[in-house]
């Protein structure tokens, strides 16, 4: 009797495990489809509203493929100037003893990355209009703004110490590096697909 009972369980959970398994198999497999389905209605929306600007699916992928090849250059950009800069204070430290003489160091690799930024800007600006140049005039008052103030904050957490000095100059570097980088590509943009202001108003 025990048998008879213990076959007829193993039979039910058999079937259980079969059901179990089976629609488990039939909504992985349907997973794909829905997710396709989603996607098509997403796509059908953004084209929808694509209409309504006039631009297309291809406009959007153009401009993606601009901002990603800006953001390479960008990425291009950073290391090499980063290197370079390493390259140089690992000259000049290596010959640098005291700590002053470190301060110094940092403070001459601010000034070529300053100096670098500032030709970088005085080449924007022919590309620019009066109004243009007045806004990048503006928007490079407030950035400066930030460089010092954030640089004075890395720094503070050495006051009073020697090595503050060096705290400063490198954090002012760090951060004119990075201003050059995105202005520079955006001047490799400009050069590439635009042509100075002064020749536009000749035409």
Same mark, same amino acid.
């Given at each position: ?54 631009? $297309? ?49 940092? $403070? ?30 503006? !928007? !490079? ?43 520079? $590509? ?6 590439? !697909? ?7 108003? !000749?035409?």
């Amino acid at each position: 009797m025990m048998d008879w009972i213990k076959d007829i369980a193993l039979v039910i959970l058999g079937a259980i495990g079969t059901a179990i398994w089976f629609f488990w198999r039939r909504k992985v497999e349907q997973k794909p489809v829905f997710e396709n389905i989603q996607k098509a209605e997403k796509l059908l929306s953004l084209q929808k509203e694509l209409d309504k600007t006039n631009y $297309t699916i291809k406009d959007l992928r153009s401009l993606e493929d601009a901002l990603m090849g800006r953001a390479e250059a960008a990425k291009e950009l950073g290391a090499s100037f980063e290197k370079q800069a390493e390259e140089i204070r690992r000259i000049e430290f290596d010959s640098a003893m005291t700590q002053t003489e470190m301060n110094i160091v940092a $403070t001459q690799a601010y000034e070529r990355a300053e100096r670098k930024l500032e030709t970088i800007i005085a080449e924007l600006k022919e590309y620019f209009s009066p109004e243009e140049i007045a806004r990048l005039d503006g !928007t !490079t008052e407030a950035w400066r703004n930030y460089q010092r103030k954030h640089a004075e904050f890395l720094a503070s957490q050495y006051e009073g110490g020697s090595i503050q000095p060096l705290i400063y100059a490198s954090a002012l570097e760090s951060l004119t590096i990075a201003r050059i980088v995105e202005l520079e $590509t955006e001047l490799k943009r400009l050069k590439d !697909t635009c042509v100075p202001y002064r020749e536009r108003e !000749t035409f």
